[in-house]
């Protein structure tokens, strides 16, 4: 049997592959790259162990796609979890590149850990580290091999990549572009170079011939660079990117011309090349290669902004705040009035401008005056939808400049509806359909009301797509409601002269109060994504007071200065990786199989 190189010699391990009997009946077999290793729920009697190339571990979850649990590198195991515990595998595994892979089987292995107890307590502690890591700071191993490959005609992407390579090398990491000149390297070689970098980025230009197939064989993850000021492309991925595709490892990056104010068409490359997400990135902007460089390095920051009524306005300070401690905003998402806020930032609006589109659709005149025969709600919705599209116009969600997502509650289906792409206005017209305030939207046969309802605060599914720091703005822990607000009005006429009809009855109050409250899980689960939480002090601020704008932006503000006044590193970097140099200065001289250990414990 070949030896281990990537496990350190004293290791339990180690120790473990050079007794006897293993050596003997453990098998070695190439695995080429895309091919399945084990599939979720086959039997569990191997124990895998990669030798070079790299495995990804993903999650099929009942009604959702795909979800990506991390990278197993050379010198890491396999399947060990499910093997100790005798049930079948939890997880498929595929081969990301081209690998060697070593098999013992089950009772070899279980005679080996007789002979060296050591084994097992070190297999035991990698386990109950990536479990936590999962569950609490996403997937292990994260990616740090990726590929570019153009789709029509982009022109020479190489000069992009490069300076992508300098943005990534300013963090202090080490990374190096590769392109066709390394076409005829060994295997050896191109282990050897991810091994000695941080960050490796290969890149084919359109006429690289075998080298374009190649890239996508050797990469954790593959951006498809086109132009985003051209027609569209229905182009698919190289049959080498088969397995990067169906697992959503595939990303589309549009260059836009330096002096584009909004992205047109990009509903349409989504279409033609099935990609997971679109990354806008206009030449001669440097915040937009930092941004790519951050989404790369795992540094690049979320931000959720709950639902909550006229109190989600304190999301506008939380912005303001960020926007002067200059923390950067890479991707946004949010439910009900939340996704409002965020669209508004996704878009690109200022803080000017973001202060005068809410005040003019919301705060100057209320939404919700519309009142109808409530026979399937209070309003008719028509000013809210009106207001949409006064603001938002015909933007699509690929449109935007920053990836942006919100929610809505699919009452037809049971689950939360995640939204995207399609037609802006109309995800947010769904977002924020409070049932009974204003009448539901449909999308086909589903009908779609306030994703406040099932998921309030989508901190959780920023975490599922999104590696890097989450910080989370939630208004909804204030007191929000007592029996004053729902008090019936001691006259009919007065009430309607003082001009408090236009908030909407007191039953608005209670039916947003109701949409917005959150198990205590769901909380949890959500608080426990995010690496900085906000709660401003809303509990002043009646749910449907739609004048309290003022109010609301100075208690998000000042709660977004005092959170950020407790970390004690730069937000981009509260996830930060270290760099192979930070971990030869700590003395840290680790296999891959013991580093992955280390790394998710801290």
């Not at 050591?118 to 297999?123: D, F, N, Q, R, S």
């Not at 132009?227 to 080498?240: I, K, L, V």
């Not at 920051?301 to 303001?320: D, F, Q, T």
Request: overall charge negative.
């Amino acid at each position: 049997m070949a030896s281990l190189p990537d496990i350190e010699a004293d290791s339990a391990l180690a120790r473990l592959f050079r007794q006897p009997r293993a050596r003997a009946e453990t098998i070695w077999f190439s695995l080429p790259g895309g091919s399945k290793l084990f599939g979720q729920g086959d039997a569990s009697d191997v124990l895998y162990v990669v030798r070079t190339g790299r495995l990804g571990a993903f999650r099929r979850d009942e009604g959702q796609t795909s979800h990506f649990l991390g990278v197993i590198r050379p010198g890491e195991p396999a399947g060990e979890m499910s093997l100790i515990a005798g049930i079948p595998h939890s997880a498929d595994v595929y081969a990301l590149r081209d690998s060697e892979i070593y098999a013992m089987p089950k009772e070899v292995f279980f005679e080996a850990c007789d002979a060296d107890s050591a084994v097992m307590t070190e297999l035991a502690r990698l386990m109950i580290l990536r479990s936590r890591q999962t569950a609490r700071r996403g997937p292990v191993g994260d990616p740090s091999v990726f590929g570019f490959i153009p789709v029509g005609r982009p022109g020479l992407i190489r000069p992009i990549v490069e300076r992508l390579e300098r943005e990534i090398a300013a963090f202090g990491y080490q990374v190096t572009t590769v392109g066709a000149e390394a076409a005829s390297a060994p295997t050896e070689w191109f282990s050897e170079v991810e091994r000695v970098h941080d960050f490796v980025l290969y890149v084919a230009e359109r006429d690289d011939g075998g080298w374009l197939g190649f890239v996508p064989r050797q990469v954790d993850r593959l951006f498809r660079v086109g132009r985003g000021d051209r027609p569209a492309e229905a182009q698919g991925a190289p049959a080498s990117a088969a397995t990067l595709q169906d697992q959503g490892l595939v990303d589309l990056l549009l260059v836009q011309p330096a002096d584009a104010q909004r992205p047109q068409g990009s509903e349409a490359w989504l279409d033609g090349t099935s990609a997971a997400r679109v990354f806008h990135l206009r030449r001669g902007h440097d915040g937009d290669f930092d941004r790519l460089a951050r989404v790369i390095t795992g540094q690049s920051v979320g931000l959720v902004l709950s639902g909550g009524g006229a109190r989600a306005y304190a999301h506008v300070g939380a912005i303001k705040a960020l926007r002067e401690r200059g923390v950067p905003i890479d991707f946004v998402g949010g439910s009900s009035m939340g996704a409002i806020v965020g669209a508004g930032l996704a878009m690109g609006w200022d803080e000017a401008e973001m202060d005068e589109r809410l005040k003019e659709a919301f705060v100057r005149s209320s939404p919700l005056d519309d009142i109808a025969l409530p026979l399937l709600a209070m309003t008719h919705g028509v000013k809210v939808s009106e207001r949409l599209q006064q603001h938002f116009l015909e933007t699509q969600i690929a449109d935007l400049w920053l990836p942006f997502f919100c929610l809505s509650s699919n009452l037809t289906t049971g689950a939360y509806q995640l939204h995207r792409r399609g037609l802006l206005r109309q995800a947010l017209r769904a977002s924020i359909a409070l049932p009974g305030v204003m009448p539901p939207a449909t999308d086909g046969q589903n009908v779609l009301v306030d994703g406040a309802v099932m998921k309030n605060f989508p901190a959780d599914i920023m975490r599922m797509a999104h590696a890097g720091p989450i910080v989370g703005v939630d208004v909804t822990t204030a007191r929000s409601i007592t029996a004053k607000d729902v008090a019936r009005p001691s006259s009919v006429w007065r009430w309607i002269r003082s001009g408090q009809w236009r908030l909407g009855p007191p039953i608005v109050s209670l039916l947003m109060r109701t949409a917005t409250v959150s198990t205590g899980r769901d909380l949890a689960a959500a608080r426990e994504a995010t690496d900085v939480l906000v709660q401003p002090d809303v509990s002043g601020i009646e749910i449907r007071d739609w004048e309290a704008y003022d109010q609301a932006v100075e208690a998000g503000y000042r709660a977004t200065l005092a959170a950020l006044d407790k970390v004690t590193r730069p937000i981009p970097e509260l996830r930060r990786r270290q760099s192979l140099a930070e971990k030869a200065a700590d003395g840290a001289v680790m296999s891959p199989f013991m580093a992955s250990a280390h790394a998710a414990a801290e």
